[in-house]
């Protein structure tokens, strides 16, 4: 259960900073054991991340290429993935995207050069977050465990369908349906925040709260782009986005979502 202590930082991937830990909770995502798919075409990279996340206990699949990768994805048991970018035939951003199109598991990209980073960034990937080689393998983890833990409880909402205003919001299918049954463009992180002000309506949640849910890290850790978002949420669900009263500015600490939900 997510209750409304605010979500601690991330780190902004851009300027490198590492987050603060909070290993306990996502250490009990563990059970029962987590599947991680490395996809990795070097040898030794990729056997020595296999024997590392291994001891570290969780399960681990290896792939030396997107194809095979693939193979081991359709099986379905897969948690999460490592994925270089740089692969001989289907590289990783490919594989990143086209993965993301019909599946939830977490997905980190791994770059082995700065022009990756421009790539991951500039795309719409889908990744969850990514490392830069070398990368230090302890990181690794705290963003391996940092990314179970959110797609835990993500995938562990019990709930699928929620009413307000006549609206239809699906959360697993990500989907948002105005009154006369049509689909509301939203984007993933718009679809985040908006799983969060739904899910604690009538209560206060704080602008840390719900970018702490925002997993698209191209938004960086600015409390502002909160705003942001949710200035775009209600040009698409309120009557006069200018006066609304759905998603309420409550000053100086964040937003409450007014509408019953049913
Ligand atoms: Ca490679």
């Given at each position: 259960m997510w209750h409304e202590q605010a979500m601690p930082e991330c780190e902004n991937l851009l300027t490198g900073k590492i987050f603060s830990s909070w290993f306990p909770q996502a250490l009990s995502m563990h059970q029962p054991q987590t599947q991680i798919l490395i996809v990795e075409d070097e040898p030794v990279s990729r056997s020595s991340l296999v024997i590392y996340l291994e001891s570290q206990g969780f399960a681990v699949s290896e792939a030396e290429s997107a194809e095979a990768a693939e193979t081991i994805l359709s099986?379905?048991?897969?948690d999460l993935m490592l994925v270089d970018?740089?692969?001989?035939?289907?590289d990783g951003l490919r594989l990143a995207r086209e993965q993301r199109a019909i599946s939830d598991i977490g997905i980190i990209l791994v770059s082995g050069r700065d022009e990756d980073v421009d790539r991951i960034v500039g795309?719409?990937?889908?990744?969850?977050d990514y490392v830069c080689k070398p990368f230090n393998r302890r990181e690794l983890l705290a963003r391996i465990k940092n990314l179970l833990y959110r797609t835990g409880q993500a995938n562990h909402a019990q709930r699928q369908l929620y009413r307000f205003e006549r609206f239809t919001f699906d959360s697993r299918a990500r989907r948002l349906e105005d009154p006369d049954g049509n689909t509301v463009p939203l984007t993933r992180a718009e679809f985040e925040v908006l799983f969060c002000l739904v899910t604690h309506a009538g209560q206060v949640v704080t602008r840390d709260a719900l970018m702490g849910r925002v997993?698209?890290?191209?938004?960086?850790?600015?409390?502002?782009t909160v705003d942001v978002l949710v200035r775009r949420l209600r040009a698409k669900i309120e009557p006069d986005p200018a006066q609304p009263?759905?998603?309420?500015t409550v000053h100086g600490e964040g937003y409450s979502f007014t509408p019953r939900v049913t």
């Open positions: 099986q379905g048991a897969i970018v740089n692969l001989p035939g289907k795309l719409e990937i889908g990744a969850d997993t698209h890290r191209q938004y960086g850790t600015n409390p502002r009263m759905l998603i309420c």
